[in-house]
């Protein structure tokens, strides 16, 4: 019987290498979430998200807001977040 090795990474301090951010901006598109978050919209609805990854439209035109459908890829460069 071979031993167990532990196979985590080292714990590394907020923000440095090797960490995955809990949010990201995309150039020209929306803002991804990782984990679990509460999203506000403008009227005060709040939407929870449910994938390990969310995708919050920036551009302002989905049709599913507060969630990117990818409209945002039909608009000029100049209009995109
Ligand atoms: S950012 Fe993707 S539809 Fe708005």
Do not use: N
Request: with cysteine; hydrophobic share 30%; aromatic share 2%.
């Amino acid at each position: 019987m071979s031993a167990l090795r532990d196979t985590q990474p080292e714990e590394l301090p907020p923000g440095t290498a090797g960490e995955q951010p809990a949010v990201v901006l995309c150039p020209g598109g929306p803002m991804l979430l990782r984990g679990h978050h509460v999203i506000e919209d403008e009227d005060g609805t709040r939407h929870e998200t449910v994938r390990p990854v969310s995708a919050v439209c920036r551009c302002g035109k989905s049709a599913s807001k507060p969630w990117c459908d990818g409209t945002h890829k039909l608009l000029p460069r100049k209009l995109r977040p």
